[in-house]
C-alpha cells in the first residue's frame, strides 16, 4: 500500500527542517486538516489561514485589491499573493495557497467550475499551477488538496516543473 501522501509530506518536511503554512480559499482548510492528520505536525505546520472572501484575503493576507478586481480571487497572481502574504505572517519556509470554484455554481465561461490555481511561495521561488476539475464540490476539494499536498512534495523532492 502506497503511503499517504500526508505521511509523506510530513516526512519531506521533518527531513529538510522546513516549515509550512496553508492559505486556503476553495478548500475550506481541508490541505490543513490533512496535514494535521499526521502525529507530530506541530514540529512543521505552524498553521492555516482559510480566506474565503476577497476582503478576507485583502486583510490576513495582504492580497492586492488590484489584483482582486483586475484578476479576480481564482487566478495565478492572487494564489501567489496569497501564498506570500501567508509566508510573510507566520515566518516561516513554505507557503501553499489554493483558490478554485469548488461548484456547483460560480463558474463563468473564462473560469468554469472546477477552475483552481495553486500557489507554492519558498525561500527559493514562486510556482503556481492551473487546473480544471470535473467532479462535484467535495470531489474538487478533494482534487484541490491532493495537488496542493503533491506540489509541496515537489518541491521537497526537487521535482518541480
Known sequence: MNEAIELRVGNALRDSRFTLVTAESCTGGLVASRITDVSGSSAYFMGGVVAYSYEAK???????WDTLNGKGAVSQETVLEMARGARKVFGVDIAVSVSGIAGPGGGTDEKPVGTTWIGLVTPTGEWARHFVWDGD???????SSEAALQFILD???????
Do not use: D, I, P
Open 137 to 143: 464540490r467535495v470531489q474538487n476539494k478533494q482534487a
Open 155 to 161: 518541491y521537497l523532492e526537487n521535482r518541480l516543473t
Open 58 to 64: 485583502a486583510a490576513l493576507l495582504g492580497v492586492s
